[in-house]
């Protein structure tokens, strides 16, 4: 999978594109039969220079019909264990794998996530975070390329050539699940602790971007394909 197109760039580098002009390139997006039951596009919001990028799964029923990921009993709860990592909603972004939600809240489909993929593609492009938070196993295996559950991929950090990835619980499992909420709430504290022995602007992280830009064409490897 190649870089997308965006009128007025040309191999695009980190951070080059802003967040409204891929929202312009997605439009009125029918890429996949989503578009038919839809009742929102569902592109992402926060801020477009966070360190910590939230990637979940799709959007939930709240969602679709705000326009706005992690709303509703899911997204209270995100917002409670943020404060474990030191974080703010507005410190952060929130994206989804798709954009529409897929009826019934089932699992994303192959050709729906092919169709997708590349506005995630783009976002993580121009944010360029630091580090990618999965919400979940459709996440998760999405970004890491792995089949692995989520159970044993979370409470540890992953590495994919610039970004730094941890897997954990979905906020709405967890509200199911007492168990699942407590490891959730551990990794938020694992993230906090890492945010502060890796402070913004460090020389690993200039060092990083610096390659980052002489090989952008291979920026994104865990979302190849």
């Not at 029923?61 to 030191?86: C, H, M, T, W, Y």
């Not at 994303?108 to 997708?116: G, I, K, M, R």
């Not at 996440?139 to 990835?165: C, D, Y």
Request: overall charge negative; aromatic content about 6%.
């Amino acid at each position: 999978m190649g870089m997308m197109h965006i009128p007025g760039h040309e191999g695009q580098k980190p951070r080059e594109v802003s967040l409204e002009e891929i929202r312009s390139v997605m439009g009125d997006c029918r890429l996949c039969q989503l578009c038919q039951t839809r009742t929102n596009i569902v592109f992402g919001v926060g801020n477009p220079h966070a360190r910590v990028l939230f990637v979940g799964e799709a959007p939930g029923k709240n969602e679709d019909l705000q326009g706005e990921p992690f709303v509703g009993r899911a997204g209270e709860n995100l917002n409670r264990i943020l404060s474990l990592a030191g974080l703010r909603r507005e410190d952060i972004y929130i994206a989804n794998v798709l954009k529409c939600r897929p009826p019934g809240n089932r699992n994303p489909a192959a050709d729906e996530v092919l169709a997708c993929s590349p506005y995630l593609r783009e976002q993580i492009r121009s944010i360029w975070p630091d580090i990618i938070v999965t919400l979940g196993n459709p996440a998760s295996h999405f970004v890491l390329k792995t089949e692995t559950g989520i159970t044993k991929l979370r409470g540890r950090f992953h590495q994919m050539g610039h970004f730094t990835v941890m897997p954990t619980f979905h906020p709405a499992a967890a509200l199911r699940n007492p168990a699942w909420q407590q490891l959730l709430e551990a990794d938020f504290k694992m993230l906090g602790d890492y945010l502060a022995a890796h402070p913004a602007g460090s020389g690993l992280e200039a060092a990083t971007m610096e390659a980052a830009e002489s090989e952008r064409s291979d920026a994104l490897p865990s979302l190849e394909g």
